[in-house]
Nanobody, 121 residues
C-alpha cells in the first residue's frame, strides 16, 4: 500500500515562505512524476506544480516565479518551496503521484492526506 505523507504546512503572514514536503516509502517518488495540488474551501482541487520522473517542472500561472518544486532522490522526498505567499494561496495542499502498473497503461492515483496552508493578510 503506497502512502504519501505531506508536512510543512502552517500559518504564515503574507509575503512569508513555507516549504512543503511529500514523503513516501520505497522509490515511488523518484520513479514517477509527482504533483502538488491545492484545494481551498468551496473551490475545486487545482494543480499547482509538477515534476516529471526526468526532472522537468511545470507550474500553474499563479505559482510561477514564487513556487519551486524539487525532488531529493536520495531521500525520496518531493518539496514545494513557496515564497511571497499571498492570502489567496490559503488551501489544503496535496501531494499526488500516478503509478502505471502494466503495459496497457492501467494506473493507480495515490494521494496524501493534505497539509493546511493559511496565509494571513
Amino acid at each position: 500500500q503506497v502512502q504519501l505523507v505531506e508536512s510543512g504546512g502552517g500559518l504564515v503572514q503574507a509575503g512569508g515562505s513555507l516549504r512543503l514536503s511529500c514523503a513516501a516509502s520505497g522509490r515511488i517518488l523518484s520513479r514517477n512524476g509527482v504533483d502538488w495540488y491545492r484545494q481551498a474551501p468551496g473551490n475545486q482541487r487545482e494543480l499547482v506544480a509538477s515534476i516529471t520522473s526526468g526532472g522537468t517542472t511545470n507550474y500553474a500561472d499563479s505559482a510561477k516565479g514564487r513556487f519551486t518544486i524539487s525532488r531529493d532522490t536520495a531521500k525520496n522526498i518531493v518539496y514545494l518551496q513557496m515564497n511571497s505567499l499571498k492570502p489567496e494561496d490559503t488551501a489544503v495542499y496535496y501531494c499526488h503521484t500516478r503509478v502505471v502498473v502494466n503495459v496497457e497503461g492501467a494506473y493507480f492515483d495515490h494521494w496524501g492526506q493534505g497539509t493546511q496552508v493559511t496565509v494571513s493578510s
